[in-house]
């Protein structure tokens, strides 16, 4: 039982680069979030994704873009890399809305 | 706005020594409140969590929190603290009104004295 798998673990992207973060969740859960987290600010959500077929923006979604692909899978797009992009990227999941939020190893971005 | 507050950046504790994490938050009535452990270059792991009823709830590791309503708090507690505890504990707080999205406080570093 994998719970959330998150790919790649690290990457490192120059400025203008585009690439996407892939999240898959096998426990068939109906949501599914992407955070950043940086230093001393805690997790702050970019966009979630209440049920299949949804996406709706959170606190800090300037600059990505997501896909809710299927009930298993949501991805995270950068089309043009940033240096205040530089984070690690979390991937989460949940029965519903308002559930324990279950989470992804991660991945570090480094946007030079 | 909904806000999250941990007002301690570090903690040190010895081992064997008693634990207390605190958490205040801001919102009208009552959230939905978790209490997250996070070990360095991990995900973040579920510790406990309150949606209603008894105010006093368990979680694993030997965690406990207190949902305290007059004080907006929701402060973690381990009576024995062991080496394995050093992590990053992390408050968070969900609200209906806001579809129930986690509001995250900063977060408090733990470190263990031997």
């Known amino acids: 039982n994998a719970g959330v798998t998150q790919t790649p673990k690290f990457q490192v992207l120059k400025t203008g680069q585009s690439m996407t973060l892939q999240c898959a969740q096998d426990?068939?859960?109906?949501?599914m979030y992407w955070y950043r987290q940086d230093p001393g600010m805690g997790l702050r959500l970019i966009y979630y994704?209440?049920?299949?077929?949804?996406?709706d923006k959170g606190e800090v979604p300037n600059g990505y873009n997501v896909s809710r692909l299927n009930k298993r899978e949501f991805s995270l797009r950068l089309e043009s890399a940033a240096p205040s992009q530089t984070s690690v990227y979390f991937c989460?999941?949940?029965?519903?809305?308002?559930?324990?939020?279950?989470f992804g190893p991660g991945t570090r971005l480094t946007v030079l | 706005a909904q806000s999250v507050t941990q007002p301690d950046i570090h903690i040190t504790v010895s081992e064997g020594a008693s634990l207390e994490l605190r958490c205040n938050y801001s919102?009208?009535?009552?959230?939905?409140l978790f209490w997250y452990v996070q070990s360095p270059g991990q995900g973040l792991q579920l510790l406990l969590k309150?949606?209603?009823?008894d105010t006093l709830v368990q979680g694993i590791k030997g965690f406990e929190a207190e949902f305290k309503r007059s004080q907006s708090s929701f402060n973690l507690r381990k009576p024995s603290v062991h080496w394995s505890d050093a992590a990053e504990y992390f408050c968070?707080?969900?609200?209906?009104?806001?579809?129930?999205?986690?509001?995250w406080g900063a977060g408090t570093k733990l470190i263990i004295k031997p």
């Open positions: 989460a999941s949940s029965a519903r809305q308002g559930a324990e939020q279950f």
């Open positions: 426990m068939n859960h109906n949501s």
């Open positions: 994704s209440a049920s299949e077929g949804t996406t």
């Open positions: 919102y009208g009535a009552t959230p939905y």
């Open positions: 309150y949606f209603s009823g």
């Open positions: 968070a707080v969900g609200a209906p009104d806001s579809n129930y999205q986690l509001i």
